[in-house]
């Protein structure tokens, strides 16, 4: 028995061994942020490798690093090609707007026309008018907002001429090293290479994320950040390996090729996109991802399509009576059949084609159906809707001209950036707080 005991246990032994000599995660020991000389080296399956912008790169380094996205972006929804296409698409969500197109186009059919066709598409045509210049409004909104973030000026190392120089946002691209100072926001998700601070320490505020006023702690790649003194760019000629853009904040993984040497980093050295620099003088990093590819704008679904209580609950009611149009339509035209069948000859008020013929019953219910369907379309007032828009565009007036909404110390007033659920506001049914 007691050889038995020391078999399984010689086994048990033998088998962890071979375990832990088969695998090798990314940041094997010792821990993060540690040098790791004479080791296998971290493999990642799917990597991203940055080279530093800091000397004239290689044709196939230089092409390699092209690849990589600006940091210039866009959250605007249309363009000046695709605006009138795409907002008729997100018009057509509401089941009004197809409901009156529908009559619209009934109405320019000559045998059943019933109203003046042009009269029958002036209100449709203003309303959906409407709703396009106010999307377009909210739209251009957003085109200012990206510009405005665009050219904000951030330092950026000038190899070229071996110091930093003032760049806008969108001339920032992946591999450049970017020196921000106390109260700045950051550019692009940046490795966190030197700090002022002691040990390498920084501080970001990440309100601009999740809300959070509480300061964070990021720690500098050690062996690269030194108090006394100052970052040389021109001295790093390491290429860092890292994964390739995701949306997890949570999630970062890579380590530094520094001669035998490879210095791994966690999301502990990153600094994300929209972060605020705080208590902490001077920062440099380089930038791994930049502008749609950074973890902030991969998590930003961009601009929705949104549509209040109010409308959806309108959608509903459209739909409830346009079910009941269209029986009362049913019943009219049924009705209208039956009654022609008691006549013993042709009914007098039937005239026939030019060639001198009568169309079938069932053409000529179909006629008297859609005809019906003309007669009975004040059922779905589009005065609704009219007088919908503008109550809405006269709340936006009121709301962004409200003098007890303006700060004084600031020098700004509200801003009113979705336009479609302004009736939505104050409307509050739970609230959910991790405060207590």
């Known amino acids: 028995m007691a050889h038995t005991i020391e078999w399984i246990r010689f086994r048990f032994q033998a088998q962890r061994r071979r375990s832990l000599s088969e695998t090798t995660p990314l940041l094997s020991s010792p821990p993060l942020n540690s040098t790791a000389k004479g080791q296998r080296s971290p493999t990642l399956t799917k990597q991203r490798i940055i080279i530093p912008n800091n000397r ?6 230089e092409r390699q690093m092209r690849n990589y996205t600006s940091n210039k972006i866009t959250t605007r929804k249309y363009t000046i090609i695709n605006f009138l296409p795409k907002n008729f698409i997100e018009q057509c969500k509401r089941f009004a707007n197809v409901y009156f197109l529908l009559l619209a186009f009934l109405n320019w059919i000559p045998s059943i026309e019933v109203f003046h066709k042009e009269i029958t598409m002036l209100p449709i045509i203003i309303v959906m008018s409407v709703t396009a210049i106010k999307d377009g409004v909210e739209d251009f909104k957003r085109y200012q907002f990206d510009k405005k973030i665009n050219e904000t000026m951030t330092r950026v190392f000038d190899w070229k001429q071996r110091r930093y120089v003032e760049k806008c946002w969108k001339d920032v691209h992946v591999g450049d090293f970017a020196q921000l100072s106390c109260n700045e926001i950051i550019p692009a998700d940046i490795l966190l290479l030197h700090s002022s601070e002691q040990n390498g320490i920084c501080y970001i505020e990440t309100s601009n994320l999740d809300g959070e006023t509480n300061l964070k702690q990021r720690l500098a790649v050690k062996g690269f950040s030194n108090p006394d003194s100052e970052f040389e760019p021109m001295n790093f000629n390491d290429t860092i390996v890292c994964e390739n853009p995701n949306n997890d904040l949570n999630k970062f993984k890579g380590f530094i090729n520094k001669s035998e040497e490879k210095i791994g980093f966690d999301k502990e050295s990153l600094l994300i ?16 991802y930049a502008g749609h590819e950074t973890k902030a704008m991969l998590n930003n679904n961009g601009p929705r399509s949104k549509q209040s209580k109010l409308e959806r609950k309108m959608n509903v009611d459209v739909v ?42 069932a053409a000529s219910l179909l006629h008297t159906f859609l005809t019906m369907v003309i007669l009975l379309q004040v059922l779905i007032p589009i005065s609704l809707y009219v007088s919908i828009e503008l109550a809405k565009l006269g709340q936006i007036f009121f709301i962004c001209n409200d003098v007890e909404l303006y700060d004084e110390r600031t020098g700004t007033r509200l801003e009113c950036r979705a336009l ?17």
């Open 320 to 361: 409830c009576c346009m079910i009941l149009m269209v029986v009362m339509c049913l019943v009219g035209a049924i009705g209208h059949r039956i009654w022609v069948e008691t006549f013993t000859s042709w009914p007098p008020f039937e005239l026939p084609k030019q060639t001198f013929s009568f169309i079938s019953s």
């Open 56 to 61: 004239m790169l290689s044709k196939d380094s």
């Open 420 to 436: 479609n659920i302004t009736e939505d506001l104050g409307q509050i049914q739970y609230i959910f707080s991790d405060k207590t």
């Open 273 to 288: 996109r929209g972060c605020t620099i705080r208590n902490t003088n001077v920062t440099v990093g380089i930038v791994v």
